[in-house]
């Protein structure tokens, strides 16, 4: 059975990534890519559809012992996790090296004191849990076969089938240490090299301690900036620098509910955001492999934008349902693909152009496509901007005038006026000057609320949207104009939870909404850490800090957020580790360090 979502760990190799519960069971697996197929996919079922357990041997029809204590080793992706059991202490380390040549997650078990019983569980199911691989002996090593897929397993412990299940059973003793590692290869091609754990161990902690050196950020938040930069690093696509939003698909936003979606791509809304923070805190070589991603993943086709991509730029992600699996603690669909990447949002041409402007701003090399891919994006928007669409949230809903979407059109425009008025670039800028002016004005005129203070969801709704919170973030507004501070309170009154959190935007229960959907959802991370940083930025720093250092408080023991937080069940919600909760908190941090509200 899954554990909750804050029991997984994440380790990864920048193509793509494995989530470890408490209890040592790697529940979840896509290989060779983000992507891919999952030759582990209890996560989303049961043990039936894949799972590796590693950790101390256990009665039959007992659960498995959680780990009495786990943690990142320093500022690296090297997860340890140590269990006290009656016969003594081990240690398992488990991560996946930069990879070289063939993916691999490598585990290895270390005695700390005692002589305790060990057993390794490996069940592969490839396609989802769909389909069950011939697994034989070559050689000496172990290896389970399925069309085009070959996982090879490897350790000097003894091993045998039972069950279709692969078990390896030892003891491990004080100074003793045992690995055991899965390679993914084509299975048409020859076999892996054999792995060698011990130098792979030593090569991923120096990369890991070599590119957390790289970070410009010294404040009072360190540790959790850190963690999050690396959480961002482990979720971009080394070969491409594609971003995805999560490494998962179909963790639900409503235990038991619909709201579940593939996460396992790059949007451009939340790559750009990413790179700012990435920008922010040193990281320009991140930041110029996104910017090429994106010139790639457009082409020279900008007036067909899509909102997100796959991994290497990828148009086609159709959405599909996987019926076979019962889903998180029973939440159905599990979906693969999303239908979303044929909506129209505005906001993206907003992001992206933001995205560019700030590479350009801190010195990032110029690239001259990039420049005339913002005048493109600026030509389209110029002619639809006032068109209807489906928002930043997606909506499956009718499209609507989001005012958010709006304000973002607005920042695509003026980040493009100020490209032009610095000399860079050539372009209309009488023109876009009054456009911009356009917008802001119809803004004003159709998305504000005078009789409540404050801006609406929509033109005309009477509904409020935590996207508004973005006003002052990106200068549509001055923080002290009284329609942003009136918005902030609104927010605060009307999405406010019990705990100080926000909600995106009303939900009706099991009926459907605006955004066409049934059922409710949690809080949403990313929009209350916009909360805190607009509380600081209208002088309520303290307010600020405090919701901030809640809002810190809900990570998992090892700093990593899901997409939302629940306040009824008090527990993470949504796909994990999202990038969408990480660059917040980065850029909250950044906020109050620079004005000083922190504690201590």
Same mark, same amino acid.
């Given at each position: 059975?899954?554990?909750?979502?804050?029991?997984?760990?994440?380790?990864?190799?920048?193509?793509?990534?494995?989530?470890?519960?408490? %209890?040592?069971?790697?529940?979840?697996?896509?290989?060779?890519?983000?992507?891919?197929?999952?030759?582990?996919?209890?996560?989303?079922?049961?043990?039936?559809?894949?799972?590796?357990?590693?950790?101390?041997?256990?009665?039959?029809?007992?659960?498995?012992?959680?780990?009495?204590?786990?943690?990142?080793? @320093?500022?690296?992706?090297?997860? +340890?996790?140590?269990?006290?059991?009656?016969?003594?202490?081990?240690?398992?380390? %488990?991560?996946?090296?930069?990879?070289?040549?063939?993916?691999?997650?490598?585990?290895? /078990?270390?005695? /700390?004191?005692?002589?305790?019983?060990?057993?390794?569980?490996?069940?592969?199911?490839?396609?989802?849990?769909?389909?069950?691989?011939?697994?034989?002996?070559?050689?000496?090593?172990?290896?389970?076969?399925?069309?085009?897929? =070959? /996982?090879?397993?490897?350790?000097?412990?003894?091993?045998?089938?039972?069950?279709?299940?692969?078990?390896?059973?030892? *003891?491990?003793?004080?100074?003793?240490?045992?690995?055991?590692?899965?390679?993914?290869?084509?299975?048409?091609?020859?076999?892996?090299?054999?792995?060698?754990?011990?130098?792979?161990?030593?090569?991923?902690?120096?990369?890991?301690?070599?590119?957390?050196?790289?970070?410009?950020?010294?404040?009072?938040?360190?540790?959790?900036?850190?963690?999050?930069?690396?959480?961002?690093?482990?979720?971009? &696509?080394?070969?491409?620098?594609?971003?995805?939003?999560?490494?998962? *698909?179909?963790?639900?936003?409503?235990?038991?509910?619909?709201?579940?979606?593939?996460?396992?791509?790059?949007?451009?809304?939340?790559?750009?955001?990413?790179?700012?923070?990435?920008?922010?805190?040193?990281?320009?070589?991140?930041?110029?492999?996104?910017?090429?991603?994106?010139?790639?993943?457009?082409?020279?086709?900008?007036?067909?934008?899509?909102?997100? &991509?796959?991994?290497?730029?990828?148009?086609?992600?159709?959405?599909?349902?996987?019926?076979?699996?019962?889903?998180? +603690?029973?939440?159905?669909?599990?979906?693969?693909?999303?239908?979303?990447?044929?909506?129209?949002?505005?906001?993206?041409?907003?992001?992206?152009?933001?995205?560019?402007?700030?590479?350009?701003?801190?010195?990032?090399?110029?690239?001259?496509?990039?420049?005339?891919?913002?005048?493109?994006?600026?030509?389209?928007?110029?002619?639809?901007?006032?068109?209807? !669409?489906?928002?930043?949230?997606?909506?499956?809903?009718?499209?609507?005038?989001?005012?958010?979407?709006?304000?973002?059109?607005?920042?695509?425009? %003026?980040?493009?006026?100020?490209?032009?008025?610095?000399?860079?670039? !050539?372009?209309?800028?009488?023109?876009?000057?009054?456009?911009? !002016?356009?917008?802001?004005?119809? /803004?004003?005129?159709?998305?504000?609320?005078?009789?409540?203070?404050?801006?609406?969801?929509?033109?005309?709704?009477?509904?409020?949207?935590?996207?508004?919170?973005?006003?002052?973030?990106?200068?549509?507004?001055?923080?002290?104009?009284?329609?942003?501070?009136?918005?902030?309170?609104?927010?605060?009154? +009307?999405?406010?939870?019990?705990?100080?959190?926000?909600?995106? &935007?009303?939900?009706?229960?099991?009926?459907?909404?605006?955004?066409?959907?049934?059922?409710?959802?949690?809080?949403?991370?990313?929009?209350?850490?916009?909360?805190?940083?607009?509380?600081?930025?209208? @002088?309520?720093?303290?307010?600020?800090?405090?919701?901030?250092?809640?809002?810190?408080?809900?990570?998992?023991?090892?700093?990593?957020?899901?997409?939302?937080?629940?306040?009824?069940?008090?527990?993470?919600?949504?796909?994990?580790?999202?990038?969408?909760?990480?660059?917040?908190?980065?850029?909250?941090?950044?906020?109050?360090?620079? =004005?000083?509200?922190?504690?201590?």
């Amino acid at each position: 059975m899954a554990g909750r979502i804050e029991d997984y760990a994440l380790i990864g190799d920048m193509q793509t990534a494995a989530l470890v519960c408490r %209890d040592g069971t790697a529940d979840w697996l896509c290989l060779p890519r983000f992507d891919s197929h999952s030759i582990f996919a209890g996560l989303l079922g049961t043990d039936e559809h894949g799972f590796w357990r590693l950790g101390p041997a256990y009665p039959d029809g007992a659960e498995p012992p959680a780990a009495d204590r786990r943690r990142y080793r @320093g500022d690296s992706l090297v997860l +340890e996790s140590e269990w006290d059991t009656p016969r003594g202490t081990v240690r398992v380390i %488990d991560f996946m090296p930069p990879r070289e040549g063939a993916p691999q997650l490598i585990r290895i /078990v270390e005695g /700390v004191s005692g002589r305790v019983p060990m057993q390794s569980a490996l069940r592969m199911r490839f396609s989802y849990g769909w389909v069950v691989p011939w697994v034989h002996r070559v050689d000496g090593r172990t290896v389970g076969v399925a069309g085009p897929d =070959s /996982v090879w397993y490897d350790t000097a412990a003894e091993s045998h089938g039972e069950e279709l299940t692969t078990y390896s059973d030892f *003891t491990i003793s004080p100074g003793e240490r045992m690995a055991f590692t899965i390679s993914w290869q084509p299975s048409h091609k020859e076999p892996p090299p054999l792995p060698e754990p011990e130098a792979s161990l030593e090569a991923t902690e120096e990369f890991w301690r070599e590119w957390v050196e790289q970070c410009t950020y010294h404040g009072p938040y360190r540790d959790a900036v850190v963690r999050s930069l690396i959480t961002l690093k482990a979720l971009t &696509y080394g070969p491409t620098g594609g971003i995805v939003a999560a490494p998962t *698909t179909s963790l639900p936003e409503d235990i038991g509910g619909c709201r579940n979606w593939d996460y396992r791509f790059t949007w451009l809304r939340d790559a750009a955001i990413t790179l700012s923070s990435l920008l922010r805190t040193g990281y320009r070589e991140e930041a110029r492999a996104w910017r090429e991603w994106l010139l790639r993943a457009v082409a020279g086709d900008p007036e067909n934008l899509q909102i997100m &991509y796959g991994i290497a730029g990828e148009r086609e992600l159709g959405e599909t349902e996987l019926t076979w699996l019962p889903g998180y +603690e029973g939440s159905r669909p599990v979906r693969i693909g999303n239908g979303a990447a044929g909506q129209l949002q505005l906001d993206v041409y907003g992001e992206v152009t933001e995205a560019l402007h700030l590479a350009h701003m801190t010195g990032l090399a110029r690239n001259d496509y990039a420049s005339l891919l913002q005048l493109k994006l600026i030509n389209y928007l110029e002619g639809h901007w006032n068109e209807p !669409d489906e928002g930043i949230w997606e909506v499956r809903g009718p499209r609507r005038h989001f005012v958010h979407s709006k304000v973002m059109a607005w920042v695509a425009v %003026d980040r493009t006026v100020k490209l032009i008025e610095s000399g860079d670039v !050539d372009g209309p800028l009488e023109r876009w000057r009054d456009l911009r !002016d356009e917008i802001h004005r119809t /803004v004003c005129e159709k998305g504000y609320d005078k009789e409540r203070n404050t801006f609406t969801q929509y033109y005309g709704s009477k509904e409020l949207d935590a996207s508004l919170l973005l006003i002052p973030q990106m200068g549509f507004l001055p923080p002290d104009d009284k329609r942003v501070i009136g918005t902030i309170e609104a927010i605060q009154r +009307e999405l406010g939870t019990e705990d100080g959190f926000v909600m995106r &935007y009303p939900t009706q229960g099991q009926e459907k909404g605006v955004d066409g959907l049934e059922g409710d959802e949690g809080a949403f991370l990313a929009c209350s850490f916009w909360l805190a940083d607009d509380l600081a930025m209208i @002088g309520r720093v303290d307010e600020a800090r405090k919701l901030f250092e809640k809002l810190l408080s809900l990570r998992n023991d090892l700093g990593l957020l899901a997409e939302e937080w629940d306040p009824t069940l008090q527990r993470q919600v949504g796909n994990f580790p999202q990038a969408f909760s990480h660059v917040p908190l980065i850029d909250t941090a950044l906020r109050l360090t620079a =004005s000083g509200a922190y504690g201590g």
